[in-house]
């Protein structure tokens, strides 16, 4: 079964660029019958979908982040990205990358905290 | 947009007991594509269910389940430790996909 693991820095400047990236393993990410999506969990709170995107590069956002994100597949290093522009303090979150059967998240990555701040 | 509502925010129960947490949407759930998930502190969410009645892989027989109309019903029979933690629903029949806001069962 899949195992992912995203990476990307910890501390991002506002107005800047958060980008991280999720590295599978134990499946290929362009042969898999798995979608590949990014969900956010801001501190003490809820969690919110921020993307999903296909083996084939299919993508779909969340209209209230669509403006600000771009999500990507390179299956030549079975990886997965997302890229989210002009960061605030709102963007503070835990990021988790998955995997998903249909639209339920069966595959998670450990989360990595996103701190936006100067 | 379909809303997810869950109730109540809190559950307290004790260990052996039984629970029922609910997510009412806001809309029809397309093909009852609903999904619950686990969260303990400091961990990522864990797949229950799937299909709104399906469970995933290696989840015990006390979880299940169900569905009428828009509402959607987690049911936990016999309450072991390490269930105690955050239930989370969503949808993702209809995008944008969309989470509830969360149950939270704790120890009475």
């Known amino acids: 079964q899949p195992q992912l693991q995203g990476s990307g820095p910890g501390l991002v400047k506002p107005s800047e660029t958060l980008s991280l990236t999720c590295t599978v393993s134990?499946?290929?990410?362009?042969?898999?019958?798995?979608?590949w999506g990014w969900i956010r969990q801001p501190p003490g709170k809820g969690l919110e979908w921020i993307a999903t995107?296909?083996?084939?590069?299919?993508?779909d956002y969340n209209p209230s982040l669509r403006s600000r994100v771009t999500v990507s597949v390179d299956t030549s290093n079975n990886q997965f990205s997302l890229r989210l522009d002009s960061v605030t303090a709102a963007d503070t979150a835990v990021y988790y990358c998955?995997?998903?059967?249909?639209?339920?998240?069966?595959?998670w990555g450990r989360g990595t905290l996103v701190t936006v701040s100067s | 947009e379909i809303v997810l509502t869950q109730s109540p925010g809190t559950l307290s129960l004790s260990p052996g007991e039984g629970g029922t947490l609910s997510c009412r949407a806001s809309?029809?759930?397309?093909?009852?594509?609903l999904a619950w998930y686990q969260q303990k502190p400091g961990q990522a969410p864990r797949l229950l269910i799937y299909?709104?009645?399906t469970r995933a892989d290696g989840v015990p027989v006390r979880f299940s389940g169900s569905v009428s109309g828009a509402d959607f019903t987690l049911s936990i029979g016999r309450l072991e430790p390490e269930d105690f933690a955050v239930y989370y629903c969503?949808?993702?029949?209809?995008?944008?996909?969309?989470f509830g806001q969360g149950t939270k069962v704790d120890i009475k």
């Open positions: 998955a995997g998903l059967i249909v639209g339920a998240a069966k595959y």
């Open positions: 134990g499946a290929s990410i362009g042969g898999a019958s798995y979608h």
């Open positions: 995107i296909s083996r084939t590069g299919r993508s």
């Open positions: 809309q029809t759930v397309s093909s009852n594509y």
């Open positions: 299909g709104a009645s």
């Open positions: 969503q949808q993702y029949g209809s995008s944008p996909w969309t």
